[in-house]
């Protein structure tokens, strides 16, 4: 069995404990409800990649749309704070 490995080398040389900074994880925090909704959005489209359409599915999609919508307007609309400048 052959070992696959890459030919070239990386562009940036990375350190191997890379972490995520706070201001990283706090963008990472605000973003939860929108993924959240969306992921919630796709189980509903999930179910139904083998069944036809039903009373219940339909308003299940909706409800999942609007709740899409929902956080990404309330993402929009929030404000931020401005991370100090790196010098």
């Known amino acids: ?6 030919r070239h ?8 404990d890379v972490e995520p900074s706070d201001t990283e ?3 990472i ?6 993924v ?5 959005l796709l189980d509903a489209l999930i179910v139904l990649l083998d069944r ?3 009373e219940f599915d339909g ?6 749309h609007r709740k899409v919508l929902a956080a990404r307007r309330d993402a929009a609309n ?3 704070p401005v991370p100090p400048a790196v010098a």
Not at 1 to 6: D, E, F, G, N, R
Not at 9 to 16: C, I, M, R, S
Not at 36 to 40: R, S
């Open 59 to 64: 308003r299940r999609i909706r409800r999942a």
């Open 25 to 27: 994880l706090d963008a």
């Open 52 to 54: 036809p359409v039903s």
């Open 1 to 6: 069995m052959k070992s696959i490995v890459a």
């Open 78 to 80: 929030k404000t931020y």
């Open 36 to 40: 959240l909704a969306e992921v919630e």
């Open 9 to 16: 080398t990386g562009v940036t040389a990375l350190p191997a």
């Open 29 to 34: 925090e605000a973003e939860m409800p929108v």
